[in-house]
């Protein structure tokens, strides 16, 4: 598979190390297949290792808001038609998934949102602007429970500073997460983050306009604890 040479290739040059995910597929249906074909060179993005000029992908220029890890893109879709004074671009290496929002988007036109399939680390390293993103959206990241796993974990101090790096003063980066320890190890880790500030000083309640995802259902069903969390780059 393409997406899975190219992140063995990063790995092999000695770029990206851990991935903090597995490549799953599922067989797509027909109109997944279609989507594919009809929608992806109007919605979506080809990874390249090259900086883009992100208002230009949008028929406004308004806030860039990325989101990480949509899965099946359910909450995405609507945060997206919602806010429409925004502009949203969404990085998921789920095959399935980014089909499924793919399709959404290019059967109903959807201007103001657009999806790239491809590791996150890779995207924002390479493609994205320093201080050009105005909020970040991390919904769910896989909680890697074990502890021989947990360095595959996405909130990781390198991962928070690449973010804060990304962000425009003011920006936000909005992470919830089923998972208790992780939640306080994402407070923890962005704390370390000079340039970012926690207004909430530690968990926010969930702002009301976040649809629940379908992760957030199966952990509802396991009575998790929803933990939110909302911070701020506060300087340059
Ligand atoms: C637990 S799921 C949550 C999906 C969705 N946000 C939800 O709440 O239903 C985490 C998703 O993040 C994606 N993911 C993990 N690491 C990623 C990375 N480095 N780049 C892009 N997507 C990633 C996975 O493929 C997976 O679909």
Same mark, same amino acid.
């Given at each position: 598979m393409e997406i899975q040479k190219r992140v063995d290739k990063k790995e092999s040059d000695g770029?990206?190390? /851990?991935?903090?995910f597995v490549l799953r597929t599922n067989a797509l249906s027909l109109y997944q297949k279609e989507a594919l074909e009809l929608y992806s060179e109007t919605y979506a993005l080809a990874y390249k290792e090259e900086v883009i000029e992100t208002q230009k992908l949008f028929k406004k220029n308004q806030p860039l808001i990325i989101e990480i890890g949509f899965g099946m893109g359910d909450a995405t879709k609507r945060i997206a038609l919602e806010q429409h004074d925004k502009n949203f671009l969404g990085i998921e290496v789920f095959l399935n998934g980014y089909s499924k929002l793919l399709s959404f988007i290019g059967e109903n036109k959807i201007d103001n949102l657009k999806v790239i399939r491809f590791d996150a680390v890779s995207v924002l390293s390479d493609m994205i602007l320093d201080e050009s993103v105005s909020g970040f959206h991390i919904f769910? #990241?896989?909680?890697? #429970?074990k502890k021989r796993q947990q360095? +595959? +974990?996405? /909130?990781q101090p390198e991962f928070a500073s690449l973010l804060a790096r990304k962000l425009k003063v003011g920006g936000y980066i909005y992470c919830v997460t089923d998972w208790v320890e992780y939640a306080h190890q994402m407070v923890d880790v962005f704390a370390t983050i000079p340039t970012l500030t926690n207004p909430f000083k530690g968990f926010c309640e969930p702002r009301s306009w976040r649809p629940t995802t379908s992760f957030e259902k199966k952990g509802i069903e396991k009575e998790h604890q929803i933990k939110e969390i909302w911070v701020e780059k506060r300087s340059g």
């Open positions: 770029k990206r190390g /851990i991935k903090s769910f #990241p896989d909680p890697w #429970p360095k +595959r +974990r996405l /909130i």
